[in-house]
């Protein structure tokens, strides 16, 4: 899967799923740009976006305070509303682009903890990658690397048929 002459943005780069990304795009011959986006030359020659930024709350609910609530929807909602309203322009001059969104299986599974409340609104710490058998899912966190399989994919021309999707790389912790 080539992505020679594309230009990637991918947020949250620094580390973990974000790095592997980043990574995975530049070996694919992508341009990668790392957590930057303060010019407007820069938006316009977005052609894949990868937002991955995201912060978790680790406190018990009645702990949470409305400053922290506030940042979590700032980083895991707002941004990736801006960096998406600020690339799409170029993408749609350019006839197009992919823009990959990832987020966290707990909004689909969801998550008890006595006397807390976990939040994970845009994040993959928690995602369990990797074979299935008799479906019964592995039972392994998945390395960074393996969503970074995902998202080259879904960057890559192969996925595009593919539209307002949500895929799960779980490894069967999430099925339908």
Known sequence: MSLQGRTALVTGAVTGIGRACALRLAQAGAFV??????????????????????????????????????RMLAVDLKAVFLVCRAVI?????RGGGAIVNIASDLGILGRA??????HGLARTHERRVGGERA??????????????????????????????????????????
């Open 89 to 93: 322009p170029g993408m749609l001059a």
């Open 135 to 176: 479906g019964i899912p592995q039972h392994r966190l998945g390395a960074p690397e393996e969503i970074a399989d995902s998202v080259l994919f879904l960057a890559s021309d192969l996925s595009r048929f593919y539209t307002g999707q949500v895929l799960g790389p779980n490894g069967g912790s999430a099925t339908p």
């Open 33 to 70: 740009w790392v957590n930057h986006l303060g010019q407007a030359d820069a938006a316009d020659a977005v052609d894949v976006l990868v937002n991955n930024a995201g912060i978790i709350q680790e406190k018990p609910f009645l702990e949470t305070t409305e400053a922290d609530w506030d």
């Open 113 to 118: 903890r006595p006397g807390g409340h976990r």
